[in-house]
Structures are given as structure tokens and as C-alpha cells.
């Protein structure tokens, strides 16, 4: 339930407010049905006969945002596609939302529990999607799973859900991984990436050795196996070129003095690269430093909010030259990514968040799989999902679903679940640059679409 109190917490903003209840539960406890939609369904449908679909999420934040526009999309699509049939019967889609408020930099992780209690017994969901923050989900996952409810992560990165599915599968069997790769995958994702990119680099810059490699990272529990893989396994894929610094490791709610305090060490410590591991506060902050002091190394990792369109003006520009993980830019990753993307803007007006994509493809397959089980049944709906492996994997936005074996975890690796790579250009434009980790153009048409710049004070210095 959205309260007429509701907090608005800029992505810098460090005051939080308290979530009020008040009138809006009121409203909410009189009149749940409207707060539910049904995007796209003819007038006059059977609300008897309609699939419900919950989004979890820090709702006003925009990983919270960014999951239920997923969502509302895929339930517009799929209804004005006709619903789904299951036994000669048409059911259409509703989606609605709760807010777990897991972007607060001082998480309540009960606020996460109560909301996932709000969508399976108040507004009584059939299926559930969402999460962000690790620590927020690993507490309210437990709702779902006693629940015995579907739910599909789309945006919470560590690897434990999915080793729970391994470990205790009758408790766990009902999550599923739709975005992104978990932390370990993706730290290999950064890995290979970057060994090849240090290579090129050093080649490309014969009067300077790119070797000493900075990692500047948010402390949440989400980084910690990713931090961990770089540290220990870049230096050998890159053959010993590779020196790893000591991370650095800044609380989210960090100003600006502290945000410039850690890049200037970086310099002082000699960084040829810096990959940051950002998915919440601190992204803006660190690109105006950067930008503003011409720190003399390359910003090479994770940075969640620089996905968006909207970071170009968010930074004043600051953000040029940035390189970042992005799950989808307007590329032909597959077949559907395109016309998704252009759909998506003209829908909503901006970009599709990673979170985005995962929540309209998880929701898709949700369609798919009643569509096959013709059930709602989720002990017939999952095996149909994990028959989705490598040999048959389900074609999404952003990629091409499968899973490993007895995780319900994404396959990592083009062509299943693999990222981008985006650079942020002068005059504000992004192109996705060429990476070791999927090809120039592959199975469905051009993957890059530019070539990557070195900030020019970093060319004048290592020239």
C-alpha cells in the first residue's frame, strides 16, 4: 500500500522521512480492488477470472519504480494481446504494488515483511516479483516461501537466494532469478572483461603500464562475493599485469567531501582503473568529483543509476567517459530488445531500469508457463520454468533465460545472461562498446554501437 505520507528519497537525499499510515490505509483496507490494475483488459472482463501479479519494492525510489513499470507493461501487453487461456477460460493480468522501502539507508527490514504480508493476504496476488537490496529480501522471501508463492527476483544480485533453492529446495523451490546474474557471475562478467580491456589499454599506451586497479564499492552485503572474485582472480587473467589495491568500502549515506576523500586516495595509491560497485547512493557524487578533480585514472564497473537517461543532467555532465554494466541499451541483443525499448519510452518516457527488463520478462514468463501448465497451480506452473535450460531456454528482453541445474539461477554467459557495456560520450549520448563477453554482432543483429573514448586528461597524462 502506497500512504499518503510516503517518503520521497532522492538517490543523494540522506534525511529520511517515516512512512506514515493514517487515511491511506483506511482507503486501502476499503477498497483494495482499486488498487490493483488491469492494464490493457477489455471492459467488462470477469475480475473472477484474472492472474494477479504483486511487485515488492521501495516504491518512489527508482529500483522500486523501475519493477512495477516492468511489470505494468508486461500485464498491458499480454491483455491486449487476449489474456491467456487456461482450460477454455481467459484470464487477464492485474499487477499491483506494496512498498518495502529497502532503498533507506536505514533499513527496517520489517517494512519489507509487512508489505509482502499486505500482497498475499490483503490483496491476495497470485504471483509475486521484485527485490533490491539483499538484506531487505532475505527477510521478506520468507512471506512468499511459506506462502508457497511464485516469486521471481528482478533486481537483488547476491548468490544465496538461489543457493537456498539448491540447499533446501522444498522450501525454496517457488523463487526463481530473472535479473540480473548473481554477484559471482557477474564479478567474472567484470573479470573478463576487464583483463581484456587492460590488455588493449596497455597496448594502446606503450609509455604507461595499466596495472595498479582500484575497487570503490558501497557496504552492503550484495558486493561482498563480487569484491571478493576481482580481487582474487584479475591478477591472474591478466597474467600478473594486474596489481589490485586495497577496496575501499563507503557507507551509502557518505557526502560529497567523503565521496572526493576516496578518489583522492585512489590517485594517491596510484589507480589506473577504478571500478566502482554501485547500485544505490553514491554514483552521482563520485562521477562530479571525478569530473571536476580529472582524476588520472578510468571508471570501468557497476553503477545502477547511471543506467538511466536521466544521469547525463543528474551529473550536470560529469558522468562523460563513465563505462558501466548496463543489462540493455537499444541494441539488438535479442530478437525483441529493440522494439521493447522503443515501446518502453513511448510508454513511460524514459529508459527501462535493469529492474525494468527483468520484471516484464519475468512476468512474460509467467505467462507463458500457465499458458503451458494450463494451471495456476505453482506446483505444475515450475516445472514447466525449469525446463527452461540451455537447449531451451526462454527468450526475454534481455536475454535468453535458462537455468542451472537445481538453483532456479540465471546461466551466466552471452548467449543467455550476460551484460553490456556502456560508456557515457560527449554531448550526452551512450554507446554500448565492444567487450569480450559477447560479440560486435551476434545472433540477432549488431550488439555495439561505438567505440570506447579515454578521458582526455587520462590521454594526456599516459601519452
Not at 517518503?7 to 487515511?23: E, H, N
Not at 535479473?179 to 564479478?187: E, Q, V, Y
Not at 515450475?382 to 526462454?394: C, F, G, K, L, T
Not at 551466466?412 to 556502456?422: K, V
Request: hydrophobic content about 45%; proline content about 4%.
Amino acid at each position: 500500500m502506497e500512504s499518503l505520507t510516503k517518503r520521497i528519497l532522492a538517490i543523494v537525499l540522506i534525511a529520511v522521512i517515516g512512512v506514515g499510515i493514517g487515511v491511506g490505509a483506511w482507503i486501502f483496507l476499503a477498497a483494495p480492488e482499486a488498487a490493483i490494475k488491469y492494464p490493457g483488459a477489455p471492459s467488462g472482463f470477469d475480475k473472477d477470472n484474472t492472474i494477479v501479479i504483486g511487485c515488492a519494492g521501495d516504491t518512489g525510489e527508482i529500483q522500486g519504480d523501475a519493477n512495477y513499470e516492468g511489470a505494468y507493461f508486461a500485464c498491458k501487453h499480454i491483455n491486449e494481446a487476449g489474456g491467456v487461456v487456461i482450460n477454455a477460460i481467459t484470464y487477464y493480468f492485474g499487477v499491483t504494488k506494496e512498498d518495502t522501502d529497502e532503498s533507506n539507508p536505514n533499513l527496517v527490514p520489517s517494512r519489507g515483511v509487512d508489505a509482502a504480508r499486505r500482497l498475499i493476504y490483503d490483496k491476495e496476488v497470485d504471483f509475486a516479483v521484485g527485490g533490491f537490496r539483499s538484506e531487505a529480501l532475505l527477510a521478506y522471501i520468507e512471506e512468499f516461501m511459506d506462502a508457497e508463492m511464485i516469486f521471481i527476483g528482478t533486481g537483488a544480485a547476491t548468490d544465496i537466494f538461489c543457493e537456498k533453492v539448491n540447499e533446501t529446495y522444498a522450501d525454496y523451490k517457488w523463487f526463481f532469478r530473472f535479473m540480473p546474474i548473481n554477484s559471482t557471475a557477474l564479478g567474472g562478467q567484470i573479470l573478463y572483461t576487464l583483463a581484456d580491456f587492460i590488455l588493449n589499454i596497455n597496448a594502446d599506451y606503450p609509455n604507461h603500464d595499466v596495472k595498479e586497479i582500484g575497487i570503490l564499492a558501497e557496504d552492503l552485503t550484495w558486493v561482498t562475493s563480487l569484491v571478493g572474485a576481482i580481487k582474487d582472480v584479475l591478477p591472474l587473467l591478466t597474467g600478473g599485469w594486474a596489481t589490485m589495491l586495497p577496496e575501499i568500502l563507503y557507507d551509502i549515506s557518505l557526502s560529497a567531501t567523503d565521496m572526493n576523500s576516496h578518489l583522492a586516495d585512489l590517485q594517491a595509491d596510484g589507480a589506473d582503473i577504478v571500478i566502482p560497485v554501485i547500485s544505490a547512493q553514491g554514483g552521482i557524487l563520485m562521477m562530479q568529483q571525478y569530473a571536476l578533480n580529472e582524476y588520472d585514472y578510468l571508471i570501468f564497473g557497476i553503477d545502477v543509476q547511471s543506467q538511466l537517461d536521466t544521469y547525463w543532467d543528474d551529473t550536470g555532465g560529469d558522468c562523460v567517459y563513465e563505462t558501466m554494466m548496463q543489462t540493455l541499451y537499444r541494441c539488438n541483443k535479442t530478437s525483441k530488445s529493440v522494439a521493447f525499448w522503443d515501446a518502453f519510452i513511448a510508454q513511460f518516457g524514459h529508459e527501462p531500469l535493469y529492474i525494468a527488463c527483468g520484471a516484464y520478462d519475468a512476468v512474460s514468463a509467467i505467462r507463458d508457463a500457465v499458458e503451458d501448465a494450463q494451471s495456476l497451480d505453482p506446483d505444475l506452473i515450475i516445472p514447466v520454468m525449469e525446463s527452461w535450460d540451455r537447449s531451451n531456454p526462454h527468450l526475454g528482453v534481455a536475454g535468453n533465460a535458462a537455468w542451472w541445474p537445481n538453483t532456479h539461477d540465471l546461466v551466466a554467459g552471452y548467449p543467455f545472461g550476460y551484460t553490456l557495456w556502456a560508456q557515457w560520450q560527449p554531448g550526452g549520448t551512450k554507446a554500448v562498446v565492444p567487450a569480450l563477453i559477447y560479440p560486435d554482432v551476434g545472433a540477432y543483429g549488431n550488439i555495439t554501437t561505438g567505440d570506447y573514448v579515454v578521458a582526455p586528461w587520462v590521454h594526456t597524462e599516459w601519452s
